[in-house]
């Protein structure tokens, strides 16, 4: 299709300054022409980051808390970070079990309430 190296390709999708104007082109012609989308599995796992927030709340039925996690939302999103909810109920075993998880699953950044 473009006839580059792999390498180059990856040059491209991750914008470094070190890849030909024309060949950027023609690799950028070739990821609009197949629809090419990044996996983002793959990309948490090479930059061992998530870009994830994940906001712990023990409920959601409070106006402080829908005023909180929209703040928290904005915020993240102008920073290229996405946020997700997670419901401990107010126990502290499944604080705990959360927690862990996400330490295990790769590096996200946990809010407490």
Do not use: W
């Not at 070739?30 to 983002?40: G, I």
């Amino acid at each position: 299709m473009a006839n580059v190296s792999i390498s180059t390709v990856s040059r491209v999708i991750n914008n470094s300054q070190t890849v030909n104007s024309e060949i950027r082109k023609r690799v950028q012609d070739v990821l609009e022409a197949t629809q090419f989308r990044p996996n983002a599995i793959a990309r948490t796992l090479v930059k061992n980051d998530t870009s994830l927030i994940g906001v712990l709340l023990p409920a959601i039925k409070n106006n402080v808390f829908d005023d909180m996690v929209e703040g928290i939302n904005q915020v993240a999103h102008l920073y290229g970070f996405d946020v997700i909810i997670a419901l401990s109920g107010g126990t502290r075993i499944l604080k705990y079990t959360i927690t862990i998880c996400s330490v295990k699953c790769r590096r996200a950044e946990l809010l407490y309430r």
